[in-house]
């Protein structure tokens, strides 16, 4: 099956475009003979062949021996053995950073698409400077690099807790306290012009992330919901990102609750104002303490998480009858609160849900710690197999150091 729609017939277009397909497949299936490959790009075998020596030689993909390749099963594949083509991990990488208002996250990841490196840093985002917040985020992505290793860069993308457009210019994030901020274009400034960049939502790069690492979340539609001192969210239809007409959807936590004393759900369910509660009970306590005090059933834990479970069965509902989602994912330090009250937040729901509308499931992601950061990683990603691909846009495929010569 061709997984290519060819954008012009001009030979150059047409190789990029085999290019990228080769990749995705490779990327996809993993280890594939050219045979393989051929059919999976509908061509004949030789021009796959010409396709994988030019990304050999751009050290892309690489040969390796069928007797080194495990089958699905684990064993050694039966018959003669013959030569596979695969990725090169290492060829390139991409790197995601998000910005919070009490951590900053890097990530790293390879062009088979798994993280190779991560790491946090506190980082009081409230008020912050945007430009001193993305200069700072990006000498951590560069920190433990070597300067013979900035050419691997193919793309940075940064994830933050606002309202932005789709060409990464924030209207304003309330929680950073920032306002009409061009934050590609800042990064930009800041960064060699040989790398790419882009900006991304938080929630909508939560969803990106898992969407793009487990391919079974791509069907149907899954709502995203990343839950910190805001509330973020994405929504992703059969795997695509739904932004909405001015990229504003999924923003949740604007919808209004029914208790007066909160303006709307970010600030009724977040972590500032879970905190400021339990510590009229206990001034010292940080999130983790609370967390542990509803797991021994501290009363006024309990009390405080039966609270939220409400707000966030309201929540659920007004989502559901909104985007009738198949599935919410939860993500976020505040989500963990979510499976300690899972029971009574099914049972908030159920009296709230009209009988006409179907429950969707709802998901923590237990491995969602570095969830933006991951997602903005993975939009480069998907960036470099695409036809936007810069590398492969020449006249002659050239390997990643071809720019430092």
Sequence with gaps: MNHVTFASSSPRRIRQSNSVATLNALHRFGPLSRADLARHMGVNRSSAGNIVLELVEAGLVREVAENDVANPAGQPR????????????????????????????CVEIDLAGKIVRSAMTRFEGHDSDPEAAV????????????????????????????????????????????????????????LPAEIPVSAENDGNAFGIGITYSQPEAASGVTFFMVIENGVGGGIVIDGK?????????????????????YRNLEQAFGRDRILSSYRQYRPDADLDLFL??????????????????????FAVVQISRLIDPNRIVLGGSVAELYPLVAARVDAHIR???????????????????????????????????????????????????????
């Design 78 to 105: 039966a018959g003669r053995p013959g030569i596979l083509v695969e990725i090169v991990p290492e060829a390139v990488f991409f790197a995601g950073i998000e910005i919070g208002v009490e951590h900053m996250t």
């Design 135 to 190: 200069h700072m985020a990006i000498e951590q992505v560069f920190l433990e690099m070597r300067k013979d290793s900035l050419a691997r860069c193919q793309g940075i993308g940064i994830a933050v807790p606002g309202q932005m457009n789709q060409d990464g210019f924030i209207h304003v994030a309330p929680i950073l306290g920032w306002r009409n901020v061009d934050l590609t274009g800042l990064a930009r400034s800041l």
């Design 241 to 261: 990102l739904f932004r909405g007409g001015n990229g504003l959807a999924g923003e949740v936590g604007h919808l209004k609750t029914r208790n007066p004393t």
């Design 292 to 313: 542990r005090d509803v797991r021994d059933r501290v009363p006024q834990a309990v009390q405080l998480a039966e609270e939220w479970a409400v707000l966030f069965a």
């Design 351 to 405: 009296e709230l849900q009209a009988a006409t509308f179907p429950i969707p499931e709802i998901v923590f992601n237990e491995s969602a710690i570095y969830g933006a950061a991951f997602g903005a990683a993975c939009m480069m990603h998907q960036r470099f197999m695409s036809l936007d691909n810069q590398m492969l846009n020449k006249d002659a495929v050239s390997g990643p150091d071809a720019s430092a010569s």
